[in-house]
Every structure is written in structure tokens, then in C-alpha cells.
């Protein structure tokens, strides 16, 4: 049984940073393609980053140089490092993992990934 548990989310004013966590189990975080999407209200759910096997890491246009992915092995848990934070930032964030044990060069739609955790909520004002 796979289950993504993401936290860190909270309400933060602009200029702040966050870094939320997503703890895996009955999945390993180094096993395939794993993202953080987002989703705001009455918009769909969007890709900001994602990490592959290689350690090759992707993101949206509108995150570069803002947002970072990493994951921890050991703990089994992926992270977002979210600095300069606007108020577009606002949104749930998901945490998202595949079976995808390849490069990717861009992250994957949404339909391409598996299992999700229930998301936290980021507020920036």
C-alpha cells in the first residue's frame, strides 16, 4: 500500500520561503519520476517540478530559480524549497510519484503518475 503524506504548508507573506516534505511509504522516493504539482482554485492542477532516477530535475517556466526538488533516500522523502514566494504561489501542493524509470525532459502529465498524497495548502499574501 503506497501512501504520499505531504507538510510544511502554511500562509506566509510574500518574499518568504517554505519547504514542504512528502514522506513515502510502500514506495521508495528513488524508485521512479516523482513531482510536486499545484493546484489553485477554479485552475487545473499543474507540474512545478520533478525529480527523475538520475537525479535530473525539471520545472515549470514559472518556478525556475524560485522552487528546488530534492529527496532525502534515506528518510524516504521528497521535498520543495519554495523561496521568493508570490501571491500566484497560492495553491495546494500535491506530491505525485510513477513508475517512469526513465530521463525525463520535461515532467510528465498528470495521468502518468500513480499515486498522490492529499496535498498541503500554501497561502501567500
Known amino acids: 500500500h503506497v501512501q504520499l503524506v505531504e507538510s510544511g504548508g502554511g500562509s506566509v507573506q510574500a518574499g518568504g520561503s517554505l519547504t514542504l516534505s512528502c514522506v513515502a511509504s510502500?514506495?521508495?522516493?528513488?524508485?521512479?519520476?516523482m513531482a510536486w504539482f499545484r493546484q489553485a482554485p477554479g485552475k487545473e492542477r499543474e507540474g512545478v517540478a520533478g525529480?527523475?532516477?538520475?537525479?535530473?530535475?525539471n520545472y515549470a517556466d514559472s518556478v525556475t530559480g524560485r522552487f528546488t526538488i530534492s529527496r532525502d533516500n534515506a528518510k524516504n522523502t521528497l521535498y520543495l524549497e519554495i523561496n521568493n514566494l508570490k501571491p500566484e504561489d497560492t495553491a495546494m501542493y500535491y506530491c505525485a510519484a510513477s513508475w517512469a524509470i526513465g530521463k525525463m525532459r520535461v515532467i510528465p502529465p498528470i495521468k502518468d503518475f500513480a499515486y498522490w498524497g492529499q496535498g498541503t495548502q500554501v497561502t501567500v499574501s
Open positions: 525529480i527523475d532516477r538520475f537525479d535530473s530535475t
Open positions: 510502500g514506495y521508495s522516493v528513488s524508485e521512479g519520476y
